[in-house]
């Protein structure tokens, strides 16, 4: 209780001193003994995004975890400066866990040390940071469920798009947010992908910055230049790529990632690839999170690959409910850019469209299983940490993962 000169505040409310003998109760603390945990989105206001963070949000607030911790949500925006503010700022309010997607793979990692040296955990979801303490759960080097060579969004959908043009044609590539970790790794292995074509030609390279909107004006200006082009290869934001493109008449293949109208599009014949990027991916690195606190930082590896996301114009199926069942990946009678990969068998296995569309609490959420099976293999440590491990070096990886010849980590002759 604060004094006043008439009286007593008693938790907002003055109570008046009617004897100097009278005892106070003090204010309640609604947050008093418990853990805080921050969830810092770098933007909002695009599907993904939004659908992220209720599911980590989902998690964080599900029964099991009920009256354990104190759950707070940060936008820290687009600008550097202010997402290292807003982590500096969690640490001094004591955070216990910081659950982020970082802006910088390099720029917050001098701010993340801080935090860890101090019992901050740090798990950061879909792009990445290099700080050692800090945990990556990502699917940018991931591989496909069903063929774990198969790695990587960006060279994957690339090899995707040389196959749907046999090997020769005019391309757009359609990158996401500059200086993440994500954009830069979908490039990287996506160009080397297409360099190895010599009848593939990149004549127009923009930044839809994982927005639809963006994407589709972006596109037009492309497509007003180079109105003869073959193909689009595009990171999140294919839902305007498709609509810049019908704008004009024109049908070509596209390689994107899982918006809802383009996965419509696909099951109506459009030729393309949908794969990359899972808002599961925040709520399951909230599981890790509380599994970390719950068992210490050995409980996990510090480096979890998502599986690959995989649909064509020949898989691509609605929903006739709200669960993807018998093969089916999207929801029809959803939003054109909602994004469909909400689900994760193995490692969220209680999501559902409810919790991705409002953040509700997801009702018997098992304990999260052993998640060995998706630690990042030793060779693609360079693409997350910028370096590889004791006992290996920077080397073209072959014969462990396609396509072979990208560099990667190689294992040290003994």
Known sequence: MKRLRHGWVRCGVVVAAVATTLTMASCAD???GRDKIFLDLSYSGNNWQD???????????SPQYAGRYVVKKQISGTDIAKQISDLQSMIAAEAKLVVLYPLSPTALNPTIRQGCERGVTFVVYDSTVREPC???VAFITGAKADDPRAAFFGAQTAQALVQLLDGKGRI???????????DRVHYDTAKAVFDRYPGITVVSEYYGKWDSAVS??????????????????????EVGVIKALQAVGKR?????????????????????????????QAGVAMRVGLRILAEGPDSVPHNIEMPLPWVTTQTAKPCPGDEFVDGCNFFPDESDTF?????QKDLLPQSSLTAAKTGEPMAALTPLGDVSAFAQPDWRRSYTRGRCDSGWSAGDVTGVQDP????????DRQ
Not at 51 to 58: T, V
Not at 256 to 274: C, D, H, I, T
Not at 404 to 411: I, N, R, T
């Open 51 to 61: 659908e992220a963070a209720n599911l980590a949000l989902a998690v964080a607030n």
């Open 134 to 136: 800090a945990y990556n």
């Open 30 to 32: 609604p947050d008093a």
């Open 404 to 411: 072979a010849g990208l560099p990667g980590c190689v294992q």
């Open 252 to 280: 070509i293949p596209v390689t994107g990632e899982n918006g809802n109208y383009f996965r419509k599009m696909l099951s109506q014949g459009w030729p393309g690839v949908s794969s990359g990027s899972p808002p599961a």
């Open 339 to 343: 994004v469909t990969e909400i689900f």
């Open 216 to 237: 589709q004006q972006e596109t037009a200006k492309a497509l007003a230049a180079h109105p003869d082009v073959d193909g689009i290869w595009s990171q999140d934001g």
């Open 172 to 182: 757009f590539m359609n990158r996401g947010v500059p200086g993440t970790s994500t």
